[in-house]
């Protein structure tokens, strides 16, 4: 006789929400997954699919011995759905997991549709419910009337940053007699991203007029100081803080060489491959919050997209985000009411893969806390236990959300030799730490069949 829990709430069906309902599911836990969407829109959404994508299609380096690799490696030894939908959707990307948009987002939609477990209701939460377990997954742009419920559980105002989406361009608009097909470093052969290349003066040309352009009026909502999160910053923001900033940074020509000249451009756009037809690309590191007339103006200095077809221009948006070093617990429970978890970046896990992993472990708890078991806390020395214990560790200053990054893991026992080197030892010692915690925390035990 199968046993019946309690089910659990999950609100928010974007990727930690995803992840976390699935989660749940898989340990046989009955749940209600909430989504606003489409009965309440975001600015920044564009579909009613669940996980839809919206900065980027980038999951970040595939490399074990890079953080965003590491994380990815770790999270597909517990079993997560949201990596299991991207790598069928994956595009060619070089060294990274980049992403068909539509495609993961359907898969997604699709797998927790189909669970029986999983109940998805289209309808906007406006309050926290009062009782019950619970996972808050309500994402960066989470609704007004949420959010002011938030503030009233939390006692203060939220906080909340400005991050910003990339334009794309129609493929077949790049002039390619300009651009070039390569991948840093790579043998000529052709390779995953097109490259515009920049003299010296078409790149000061292109700064000056960046800097100089007129930027979109916020929104009501947006009033107030921006507040960036220093790891998505708009294009504009970082060229103004230096005339090499961007040339240095995501403009760096290193590993490319422009076929016209056989010599390494002095700065080099990259665009990457936005969907599975490779009809589309976007612009990397080009988020921005210039007005769209500007961003045409703007962007059709860069060598080869002088008549370049836009898709999407960039937009900014208002991201909403908890102090979660001062509210939540390490298993991502709210201190002082251990049956509502919150997961995903409202907590300050940035990025798709770090939302996803904060995502798997509230879920995974919120099922144990169904059952009546203890709730599971993950290794510091893994890349998903250092993550988590910076987002619920207090700090001095300001809270700031963060990516998953090898300077969260405890330092090495002993020296190595290079950069690599490092990451590569971090890398082995925390894939050898979540071996042994998932082979003796008993958390894949506890895993049913779903559909």
């Known amino acids: 006789m199968t046993k019946e829990w309690r089910p659990v709430t999950v609100i928010g069906g974007g990727l930690a929400g995803c992840e976390a309902a699935w989660q749940i599911a898989r340990r046989g836990v009955p749940v209600v997954l909430y989504e606003m969407r489409p009965g309440r829109n975001t600015p920044a959404h564009q579909t009613d699919l669940l996980g ?51 495609a993961l987002a359907q898969a997604l939609t699709a797998h ?28 960066p742009l989470t609704s007004p009337d949420l959010a002011q419920s938030l503030a009233r559980l939390t006692g203060s105002e939220h ?11 129609q493929a077949d608009s790049i002039d390619m007699e300009i651009a070039f097909r390569a991948s840093r470093y790579d043998d000529g052969e052709g390779g995953d991203y097109i490259n515009c290349p920049m003299s010296r003066d078409e790149y000061e040309a292109f700064v000056e007029a960046l800097v100089s352009a007129r930027r979109a009026p916020q929104r009501e909502f947006e009033r107030g100081d921006p507040h960036f999160f220093e790891a998505c910053l708009p294009i504009e923001v970082l060229a103004a803080r230096g005339k ?27 665009l990457r491959q936005d969907n599975l037809a490779g009809s589309l690309y976007n612009l990397v590191g080009f988020q921005t919050s210039l007005a769209w007339d500007e961003q045409r103006r703007v962007l059709s200095l860069i060598p ?24 939540l617990s390490r298993d991502l429970s709210f201190q002082g009411r251990s049956e509502l978890f919150f997961a995903g970046q409202l907590i300050g896990t940035e990025g798709y893969v770090g939302s996803t992993a904060s995502g798997l472990v509230a879920g995974i708890n919120a099922a144990r806390r169904a059952q009546g078991r203890d709730t599971l806390v993950w290794p510091e020395q893994t890349m998903l236990g250092a993550l988590l214990r910076y987002v619920t560790t207090p700090q ?39 071996r042994q915690y998932v082979s003796s925390s008993g958390v894949l035990e506890d895993v049913g069949g779903v559909a």
């Not at 926290?128 to 377990?133: A, M, R, T, V």
């Not at 040339?247 to 016209?260: F, I, M, T």
């Not at 080197?421 to 050898?432: D, I, K, P, S, V």
């Open 396 to 434: 001095p200053g300001r809270f700031q959300p963060i990516k998953a990054n090898l300077g969260l893991l405890p330092s090495l026992e002993i020296r190595a030799r290079s950069k690599r080197q490092r990451g590569e030892a971090q890398a082995e010692r925390a894939l050898q730490a979540m």
């Open 112 to 139: 927790i549709s189909a669970e029986p477990r999983i109940t998805l209701l289209r309808s906007e939460v406006t309050a926290l419910p009062e009782e019950g377990l619970c996972v808050v997954a309500s994402g």
């Open 304 to 327: 080869g997209l002088q008549k370049a077809q836009w898709v999407r221009l960039g937009q900014m948006h208002r991201n909403t985000f908890i102090d979660s070093p001062r509210l």
């Open 159 to 169: 906080l909340s940053f400005y991050d910003a989406m990339a334009p794309i361009v």
């Open 52 to 102: 839809e994508l919206v900065c980027s299609n980038s999951l970040g380096s595939t490399l074990v011995g890079r953080a965003p690799g590491l994380l990815k490696a770790e999270l597909e030894m517990v079993g997560s759905l949201v990596l299991d939908c991207a790598r069928e959707a994956a595009v060619p990307a070089g060294r990274a997991l980049a992403v068909d948009r539509e």
């Open 244 to 270: 090499d900033a961007l040339a240095y940074g995501p403009l760096r020509p290193v590993g490319l060489v422009d076929p016209r000249t056989g010599r390494r451009p002095y700065a080099v756009v990259q």
